[in-house]
């Protein structure tokens, strides 16, 4: 029972610290656990310390938070718990909406300074491919922000997120970022 105590604390903990928010300690630094795979790598070296190792090294569990559980039981407690003890120490939270993003690679160039293998052609091809490459990037990119802006808008519809409500019944008030924009 302890173990999944436990367990489920440092989930929430991920979902607090990690997807995206930010939390920003008395003196204005962000306090920073790493990214998605580091913060959970992070909460399980912490989790484990100190206990009988049942679990150590098995950062992935912690990896993505509450997403798989969170529809089961409302965490607004645990959070809230949490943001008792960060409103103690001068700590702060913002809320990060989350939202897809397209990154984009570019593809490296061969290019090894031979005058001799220059060709006209195969140059105004690869400018072309590169040409239909970013439109459908820019395309993509377009319906992405759009996806955002319509998940953003159906969220305005719904109830906060528990981290959101639980925020609100700590420091009562809305965190920054929240409703998201």
């Known amino acids: 029972m302890q173990e999944e105590l436990t367990e489920l604390i440092g989930l929430c903990l991920w979902d607090v610290f990690s997807d995206n928010h930010d939390v920003i300690a008395a003196d204005g630094r962000a306090v920073d656990i790493g990214?998605?795979?580091?913060?959970?790598?992070?909460?399980?070296?912490h989790v484990t310390r100190d206990q009988d190792r049942w679990r150590e090294g098995d950062y992935m569990r912690f990896y993505m938070g509450t997403v798989w559980l969170a529809r089961r039981a409302d965490l607004t407690p645990v959070y809230a718990m949490i943001f008792r003890r960060?409103?103690?120490?001068?700590?702060?939270?913002?809320?990060?909406?989350?939202?897809?993003?397209?990154?984009e690679f570019e593809p490296h160039d061969s290019d090894d300074g031979a005058p001799a293998s220059y060709s006209v052609s195969e140059s105004a091809v690869a400018e072309l491919e590169a040409q239909k490459r970013r439109a459908e990037t820019a395309r993509f990119r377009a319906e992405l922000e759009e996806a955002n802006a319509a998940a953003r808008e159906e969220a305005m519809?719904?109830?906060?997120?528990?981290?959101?409500?639980?925020?609100?019944?700590?420091f009562g008030r809305e965190p920054r970022g929240w409703p998201p924009a």
């Open 35 to 45: 990214s998605f795979r580091g913060a959970g790598a992070f909460l399980d070296e």
């Open 157 to 170: 519809d719904r109830e906060p997120p528990a981290t959101v409500r639980a925020y609100r019944q700590v």
């Open 86 to 103: 960060l409103r103690a120490v001068g700590a702060d939270w913002v809320y990060r909406f989350p939202q897809v993003f397209l990154t």
